[in-house]
């Protein structure tokens, strides 16, 4: 006979509910479209530091709940990126996931090109909730060269930008661009 629950584990399991549920509160998805600017050459940067995903969660290869990719068929920015092609430019990297403010999220598309952690294209995404929500994005594309033994030419974008949830967000570069919008 299973006796019942006391009045203090009730309270114990509605407590840890409201936890579950606020802590999912803070989760964001998260959706970026990276892209070329029709008609511009390659602007070099610097490639990323040895260590540009040392805080982050993987989104390959996490297991943190909270970290997961978003289905292609969710995405939101799909037309987007459609149009986008239409004009001429050619979308790098388009993908959408889940992602905890203050959990920075590394993406990448692509086999490692050096056997040091440098794919055609690599990322970062933090997100930071105060009054309003911001986000802090590097993203690296990089491109062969044409030598055996030198190292990928790299373009960097790199910005921080204060974004409204469920807008989508232009991030200009040089000739790269971006779209990402953020929603619960």
């Not at 105060?130 to 030419?153: I, K, R, Y």
């Amino acid at each position: 006979m299973t006796r019942p629950a006391s009045p203090l584990h009730a309270l114990l399991l509605v407590l840890l509910l409201s936890a579950t549920s606020l802590a999912s509160a803070q989760d964001y998805i998260v959706e970026v479209v990276l892209f070329t600017q029709p008609g511009s050459g390659i602007v070099e940067g610097p490639g990323p530091e040895l260590n540009w995903k040392s805080d982050a969660a993987e989104l390959d290869s996490t297991t943190r709940s909270n970290v997961r990719p978003i289905d292609a068929s969710r995405h939101r920015l799909a037309n987007e990126a459609r149009k986008l092609s239409a004009q001429g430019s050619r979308i790098l990297f388009h993908k959408a996931w889940t992602q905890p403010a203050g959990t920075p999220v590394a993406v990448t598309k692509g086999d490692d090109l050096t056997g040091f952690d440098q794919y055609p294209v690599q990322g970062v995404v933090s997100l930071r909730r105060a009054n309003t929500l911001e986000a802090d994005v590097a993203f690296w594309v990089h491109h062969e060269s044409g030598s055996m033994d030198s190292q990928p030419v790299s373009e960097r974008l790199q910005q921080s930008r204060r974004l409204r949830p469920d807008e989508v967000h232009y991030l200009d570069h040089q000739s790269l661009g971006m779209l990402i919008i953020v929603s619960r």
